[in-house]
């Protein structure tokens, strides 16, 4: 049994945003450490494969010292019981989120009772952000900068941009 308080971040990050940063960063000064955990979303086909997700997301997260990124093809309940990690750290942006957000912390509840589910608002400066905007912008030849960190913009756009 541990004594750490460990938190996940758990989500597609298809690719990792300064939406998720901001959250990520938050969630470090809460716990004493963070798993940023890579997952599979039934729902979605990600453009990045795994490897490139997790790659960008330690370019994201250089720097923070409590972080440390997974990928786990399971149940993000089970995964939680298997680390010892009692919460999981999701963003909020508008209440559009909340009903999805919801459910999947309802389901994660009655699979692993001891596994709490934290909200934190997303910054406003982030409200409109999402990973499929990056995408969009970026497929379409648009500057991406705002919305990515300086460290991953690069093999953002080289991997997005028409024609390369
Ligand atoms: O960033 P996303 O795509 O909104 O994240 C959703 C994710 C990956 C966290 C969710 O699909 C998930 O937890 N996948 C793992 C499988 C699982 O445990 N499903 C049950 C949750 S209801």
Redesign the pocket.
């Known amino acids: 049994m541990t004594n750490e308080s460990i938190a996940i971040c ?5 690719p990792i945003t300064k939406g998720h940063l901001d959250i990520i960063q938050r969630a470090s000064k809460l716990f004493d450490k963070v798993i940023v ?8 086909t990600p453009s990045f494969n795994t490897e490139e997700r997790i790659e960008l997301i330690k370019k994201a997260t250089q720097g923070i010292q409590n972080v440390e990124v997974d990928f ?8 939680a019981q298997e680390k010892e990690a009692k919460c ?1 750290v ?1 963003g909020l942006r508008a209440v559009s989120d909340f009903e ?2 919801f ?2 912390a ?3 509840k009655i ?1 692993n009772p001891e596994l709490e589910t934290l909200f934190l608002n997303t910054s406003s400066e982030f409200m409109y952000l999402s ?1 499929s905007v990056v995408k969009q912008i970026a497929s379409l030849g648009g500057d991406i900068s705002h919305f990515v960190t300086k460290n991953t913009l690069q093999d953002i756009q080289n991997r997005l941009c028409k024609g390369e």
């Open positions: 758990p989500g597609s990050f298809d955990l890579v997952l599979v979303n039934f729902a979605k786990y093809d399971g149940l993000l309940a089970k995964y999981l999701k999805y957000e459910q999947q309802l389901a994660n699979l990973s």
